[in-house]
């Protein structure tokens, strides 16, 4: 027995032994270089490629199996500008043979020196990295359907690998060149190099990344793992940091689980404070973004927590820093083929005109001529992904300030689902008062649908106006109930439908840019009743009283009244928003005191009616002939002789004062926008 474990030893030992000496022989008398041109022939037809091995190749077997090349160059198909689509300076792999036997990996090095790759885009779309593998003559044949097995393996197993260990792993002087010959666009990412410290399951792996875009620096830094026993499975932690051009800075930590099977992400992302416009500047790119405050975009910071896995995901504890503001905010979003979406959103304080363009500079003829031009047909909107779309969110913010117009103190709730989203509530304050508001928007149909109900109260008018349309027509604090319906998604369409009621009551307050007192004063002159007096382009009011309903694009107003202590003013008509044309009728009538607006004993005067038609535009004013006479004769005129020259007008503008109509026309103008 002890005779026969002796000889196996001796056999065994001696067996290992040869196959040590042959590993360590034959490669040096193997002449592998005269295999080059076999494999340049094997892998130029399996790749469709023509290859070409230009320096030495190697090969060892003991104690470390490895390959070395240099020199390599895969070239690509005709037509392209760069001969070569990839190409290796030198490429060296050594492994440790007797350790895979128990599979343990021991790598010695991994270099891959000066490799380059090129990807070109020719005029007519085709790319360069299309067709690899292709070969020209018969197809290949079809595979055989193989019969699927029961597979062997037991869940869990993970990969076949004990350990790993790698001494030395570098890739450097790496290029990537991007060419786009339609665009005329050519990138270049240079001097790439990436380095691997620590490499194994039970340590964090030290990585090191740097690179040159068109010779501007990028990097990356930062450890990976302990990767575990089983690669993929488990928690691997991260942390790594971003720099690009010494402008920007990224760094992300926490945590991956199980990346390989359920991945679920916890992680902390933070880009400390930078420029983007020193971005673009570093970039050599001008500014995508016009704005109208050059100086604006010139400060961000971002930090936020993000959590979940590929179909839900979380941001929390979200801090967003834009020049002087600062915005606070979570978002939740789940079940992305229909998003369940919810937010929680917090602003202190924003200047939005500093990020809008700047105001166009072409002329008024360039405009109009624009304006002209037949617009195009507008396509359908396509409102599936609203109606897939589930929705939760607040906003809030302490100040906001819009074109010219400066509202505080901002809550907003929007719900929706199934294509029905909800406003309510809107609440702000703006101008010493406050404004709430609630509606729908409905998209369920082809056609959207939507309402709103707005209440203002003692809401100061004047400076509102006068910043937001950089107009000044009317004065005063308002009180509002409006509440409208609509339908359609183009302008033209929601004027047609537009629908509702509202009531405007203004107090305390005066028109602006229109004398009413002086145009009553000029007719009581013309009837030789009182001089003329100087005009004045403002008329007070006490109360300005405006009720109206929409239907189909047709706002009414049945009597909208001014008081004033000199005067009354009754209005009545139509302003037709779809043909933008205006039918009103003015009735003034004259008070000889200003004692309290419920005094009637001691008010006389005239009746002066006038017709208001025409367009937006172009208003159109015109004196009342019947309605004067009628009035004139109530009023007790004994010689209608005085109304000649209004009756030889025919009822024109003849008879109008010239000031007085621009005074109106001009009003008319601010009301509605134009």
Same mark, same amino acid.
């Given at each position: 027995?002890? !005779?026969?474990?002796?000889?196996?030893?001796?056999?065994?030992?001696?067996?290992?032994?040869?196959?040590?000496?042959?590993?360590?022989?034959?490669?040096?008398?193997?002449?592998?270089?005269?295999?080059?041109?076999?494999?340049?022939?094997?892998?130029?037809?399996?790749?469709?490629?023509?290859?070409?091995?230009?320096?030495?190749?190697?090969?060892?077997?003991?104690?470390?199996?490895?390959?070395?090349?240099?020199?390599?160059?895969?070239?690509?198909?005709?037509?392209?500008?760069? !001969?070569?689509?990839?190409?290796?300076?030198?490429?060296?792999?050594?492994?440790?043979?007797?350790?895979?036997?128990?599979?343990?990996?021991?790598?010695?090095?991994?270099?891959?020196?000066?490799?380059?790759?090129?990807?070109?885009?020719?005029?007519?779309? !085709?790319?360069?990295?299309?067709?690899?593998?292709?070969?020209?003559?018969?197809?290949?044949?079809?595979?055989?359907?193989?019969?699927?097995?029961?597979?062997?393996?037991?869940?869990?197993?993970?990969?076949?690998?004990?350990?790993?260990?790698?001494?030395?792993?570098?890739?450097? +002087?790496?290029?990537?060149?991007?060419?786009?010959?339609?665009?005329?666009?050519?990138?270049?990412?240079?001097?790439?190099?990436?380095?691997?410290?620590?490499?194994?399951?039970?340590?964090?792996?030290?990585?090191?990344?740097?690179?040159?875009?068109?010779?501007?620096?990028?990097?990356?830094?930062?450890?990976?793992?302990?990767?575990?026993?089983?690669?993929?499975?488990?928690?691997?932690?991260?942390?790594?940091?971003?720099?690009?051009?010494?402008?920007?800075?990224?760094?992300?930590?926490?945590?991956?689980?199980?990346?390989?099977?359920?991945?679920?992400?916890?992680?902390?992302?933070?880009?400390?404070?930078?420029?983007?416009?020193?971005?673009?500047?570093?970039?050599?790119?001008?500014?995508?973004?016009?704005?109208?405050?050059?100086?604006?975009?010139?400060?961000?910071?971002?930090?936020?927590?993000?959590?979940?896995?590929?179909?839900?995901?979380?941001?929390?504890?979200?801090?967003?820093?834009?020049?002087?503001?600062?915005?606070?905010?979570?978002?939740?979003?789940?079940?992305?083929?229909?998003?369940?979406?919810? &937010?929680?959103?917090?602003?202190?304080?924003?200047?939005?005109?500093?990020?809008?363009?700047?105001?166009?500079?072409?002329?008024? +003829?360039?405009?109009?001529?624009?304006?002209?031009?037949?617009?195009?047909?507008?396509?359908?909107?396509?409102?599936?992904?609203?109606?897939?779309?589930?929705?939760?969110?607040?906003?809030?913010?302490?100040?906001?300030?819009?074109?010219?117009?400066?509202?505080?103190?901002?809550?907003?709730?929007?719900?929706?689902?199934?294509?029905?989203?909800?406003?309510?509530?809107?609440?702000?304050?703006?101008?010493?008062?406050?404004?709430?508001?609630?509606?729908? &928007?409905?998209?369920?149909?082809?056609?959207?649908?939507?309402?709103?109900?707005?209440?203002?109260?003692?809401?100061?008018?004047?400076?509102?106006?006068?910043?937001?349309?950089?107009?000044?027509?009317?004065?005063?604090?308002?009180?509002?109930?409006?509440?409208?319906?609509?339908?359609?998604?183009?302008?033209?369409?929601?004027?047609?439908?537009?629908?509702?009621?509202?009531?405007?009551?203004?107090?305390?307050?005066?028109?602006?840019?229109?004398?009413?007192?002086?145009?009553?004063?000029?007719?009581?002159?013309?009837?030789?009743?009182?001089?003329?007096?100087?005009?004045?382009?403002?008329?007070?009011?006490?109360?300005?009283?405006?009720?109206?309903?929409?239907?189909?694009?047709?706002?009414?107003?049945?009597?909208?009244?001014?008081?004033?202590?000199?005067?009354?003013?009754?209005?009545?008509?139509?302003?037709?928003?779809?043909?933008?044309?205006?039918?009103?009728?003015?009735?003034?009538?004259?008070?000889?005191?200003?004692?309290?607006?419920?005094?009637?004993?001691?008010?006389?005067?005239?009746?002066?009616?006038?017709?208001?038609?025409?367009?937006?535009?172009?208003?159109?004013?015109?004196?009342?002939?019947?309605?004067?006479?009628?009035?004139?004769?109530?009023?007790?005129?004994?010689?209608?002789? !005085?109304?000649?020259?209004?009756?030889?007008?025919?009822?024109?503008?003849?008879?109008?004062?010239?000031?007085?109509?621009?005074?109106?026309?001009?009003?008319?103008?601010?009301?509605?926008?134009?």
């Amino acid at each position: 027995m002890k !005779k026969a474990i002796k000889w196996t030893a001796i056999i065994g030992g001696g067996f290992i032994v040869l196959v040590i000496a042959a590993l360590l022989i034959i490669p040096m008398f193997v002449d592998i270089q005269k295999y080059k041109p076999e494999i340049e022939k094997k892998v130029a037809e399996a790749t469709g490629r023509p290859f070409n091995l230009g320096g030495d190749l190697s090969l060892s077997l003991f104690p470390w199996a490895g390959i070395s090349l240099s020199d390599l160059h895969l070239g690509n198909p005709s037509g392209f500008t760069e !001969k070569d689509f990839v190409t290796i300076k030198s490429f060296e792999v050594r492994i440790k043979l007797l350790p895979l036997i128990s599979k343990d990996i021991q790598v010695k090095r991994f270099i891959l020196k000066g490799p380059r790759i090129v990807l070109e885009r020719l005029k007519d779309g !085709k790319g360069n990295w299309e067709g690899i593998g292709k070969q020209s003559g018969k197809p290949a044949p079809t595979p055989a359907k193989e019969v699927k097995r029961p597979s062997k393996k037991k869940p869990g197993m993970g990969l076949p690998i004990k350990s790993l260990a790698v001494g030395e792993f570098a890739i450097t +002087e790496g290029n990537v060149l991007w060419i786009d010959q339609a665009k005329g666009e050519r990138k270049e990412v240079s001097d790439i190099t990436l380095r691997l410290k620590d490499v194994s399951f039970d340590r964090p792996i030290h990585l090191a990344l740097s690179a040159n875009l068109d010779g501007k620096p990028l990097s990356l830094e930062g450890t990976v793992g302990p990767l575990g026993k089983e690669p993929g499975k488990g928690i691997i932690p991260l942390d790594i940091v971003i720099k690009v051009l010494k402008q920007l800075n990224i760094s992300l930590k926490g945590k991956l689980t199980d990346p390989a099977d359920k991945l679920r992400f916890d992680l902390a992302l933070k880009v400390s404070p930078f420029s983007p416009r020193k971005l673009m500047e570093a970039l050599g790119q001008p500014f995508p973004v016009k704005t109208t405050d050059p100086k604006a975009l010139n400060s961000v910071a971002l930090k936020l927590n993000l959590k979940g896995d590929p179909q839900n995901i979380s941001a929390s504890d979200g801090v967003l820093d834009l020049d002087d503001s600062k915005l606070t905010f979570s978002v939740r979003a789940k079940e992305f083929s229909k998003p369940d979406v919810k &937010f929680d959103l917090n602003l202190d304080k924003i200047d939005v005109d500093r990020y809008l363009p700047p105001p166009s500079e072409k002329k008024p +003829e360039q405009a109009e001529k624009k304006a002209a031009a037949p617009a195009p047909e507008k396509k359908k909107t396509d409102y599936t992904p609203l109606r897939k779309l589930v929705l939760e969110g607040t906003i809030k913010a302490g100040e906001i300030k819009a074109h010219g117009a400066k509202i505080q103190n901002i809550n907003m709730k929007i719900t929706g689902k199934n294509g029905l989203f909800r406003l309510d509530p809107l609440a702000l304050n703006l101008y010493q008062g406050d404004m709430s508001s609630k509606g729908t &928007f409905d998209v369920r149909q082809d056609i959207p649908k939507s309402n709103m109900e707005l209440r203002i109260k003692q809401v100061q008018v004047g400076p509102l106006l006068r910043d937001l349309m950089k107009k000044d027509f009317i004065e005063g604090t308002v009180k509002a109930d409006v509440d409208i319906r609509m339908a359609g998604d183009d302008a033209d369409r929601i004027k047609r439908t537009l629908n509702g009621k509202g009531d405007l009551l203004f107090n305390d307050g005066a028109i602006v840019g229109i004398d009413l007192a002086g145009m009553v004063r000029n007719v009581k002159a013309t009837f030789g009743l009182a001089e003329k007096g100087a005009k004045k382009p403002r008329t007070d009011f006490s109360e300005l009283h405006a009720p109206f309903t929409i239907k189909n694009g047709l706002v009414h107003t049945p009597q909208t009244s001014m008081k004033s202590p000199l005067f009354r003013v009754l209005v009545a008509g139509d302003a037709h928003l779809v043909k933008e044309s205006l039918d009103f009728r003015v009735e003034p009538k004259v008070v000889t005191t200003i004692k309290g607006q419920g005094d009637t004993k001691q008010r006389s005067g005239i009746m002066v009616p006038v017709l208001i038609s025409g367009t937006f535009s172009e208003p159109k004013f015109r004196p009342d002939l019947e309605g004067m006479l009628k009035k004139g004769i109530e009023e007790g005129i004994s010689d209608p002789s !005085k109304l000649k020259d209004i009756f030889k007008s025919g009822g024109k503008e003849k008879g109008e004062s010239k000031d007085s109509k621009e005074e109106v026309k001009g009003l008319l103008k601010g009301l509605f926008g134009k």
